[in-house]
C-alpha cells in the first residue's frame, strides 16, 4: 500500500524556467492539499483540490503559480518563470475526506533549487 | 483561526519519557487536537489526535486536559528516530491544517 507519492524529491531549476511537481495521492484518496516549506520555517498551506477542482487556493501566491488535480493522473504543482525565492521544499499531501477526523498523509516532498 | 503554544525546543535522554506540552486557550467545542511531527529531511507524518478523551496508540499517548485548553503529548520510551519537531494543531471541520513552529524534540544518547 504505496503512500503518497511525489517526483522528482530534488528538482533544479535556472531562474526563468518553469517547474512541475507531481503528486499521486494515496489509493482511496480523493483530497490534495499542497503545502510548502522555505528553509528554516514552517510549513504554509497553499492549495487544497479534490478531483478536477480547485476548492481552496488561499495560499497560493497570486502569479507563476497553478495547480491541478485531473480526473486520470496525479496532481500537478507548476511554477513558470522559477525565482530564486521559490526554492523550498514542497509537500503534498492526501486524505479520503475533509471532515475533522481525518488526518492528512504527507509525502516525502520535492526540493526545489533555482540557480 | 484558534492558536496553540509550544515551546520552542525540549531535550530528552534516550529511552526515558518524553512528554511535550501544548496550550490552546482559544480551543472551540469543535477543534480536534492533531499532532504531527516532520523527521529531518521527511514530510510531516501523523502522531495521534483526539476531541476530548485522552488517546492512546503505539507510537504515544495524548492527554487532553479537561477544559481542553491545554494537552500533552506523551512518547512513553524516547528513541534517537524521535528527534523530529513536533506540531499540536487544532482544527475544525473545513480547515486546512495550519502548522506552527512547533518543539524541536532533541533526544540525548
Known amino acids: 500500500n504505496a503512500g503518497v507519492m511525489q517526483n522528482p524529491r530534488h528538482l533544479v531549476r535556472r531562474r526563468g524556467q518553469e517547474a512541475r511537481l507531481r503528486c499521486s495521492p494515496m489509493?482511496?484518496?480523493?483530497?490534495v492539499y499542497w503545502y510548502r516549506q522555505l528553509p528554516e520555517e514552517g510549513l504554509k498551506f497553499m492549495v487544497y483540490?479534490?478531483?478536477?477542482?480547485?476548492?481552496?487556493e488561499s495560499g497560493m501566491p497570486k502569479e507563476r503559480f497553478s495547480a491541478e488535480f485531473p480526473k486520470e493522473g496525479p496532481s500537478i504543482l507548476r511554477i513558470q518563470q522559477v525565482v530564486r525565492g521559490d526554492s523550498a521544499a514542497y509537500f503534498c499531501?492526501?486524505?479520503?475526506?475533509?471532515?475533522?477526523?481525518?488526518?492528512?498523509?504527507f509525502g516525502s516532498g520535492t526540493r526545489l533549487t533555482v540557480v | 483561526d484558534a492558536k496553540t503554544t509550544q515551546p520552542n525546543s525540549m531535550e530528552s535522554n534516550e529511552e526515558e519519557p518524553v512528554h511535550l506540552p501544548c496550550n490552546h486557550s482559544t480551543i472551540s467545542g469543535t477543534d480536534y487536537i492533531h499532532w504531527y511531527r516532520q523527521l529531518p529531511s521527511q514530510g510531516p507524518e501523523y502522531v495521534i489526535h483526539?476531541?476530548?478523551s485522552n488517546v492512546n496508540n503505539r507510537m504515544a499517548s495524548l492527554a487532553i486536559a479537561e477544559d481542553r485548553k491545554s494537552s500533552t503529548l506523551i512518547l512513553h520510551r524516547a528513541t534517537l528516530r524521535d528527534a523530529a519537531v513536533y506540531y499540536c494543531?487544532?482544527?475544525?471541520?473545513?480547515?486546512?491544517?495550519?502548522f506552527g513552529p512547533g518543539t524541536r524534540l532533541s533526544v540525548l544518547p
Open positions: 483526539g476531541l476530548t
Open positions: 494543531i487544532l482544527r475544525d471541520y473545513g480547515q486546512n491544517f495550519v
Open positions: 483540490l479534490q478531483k478536477e477542482n480547485i476548492i481552496d
Open positions: 499531501a492526501s486524505s479520503p475526506a475533509q471532515g475533522t477526523n481525518y488526518g492528512y498523509t
Open positions: 489509493k482511496g484518496h480523493s483530497h
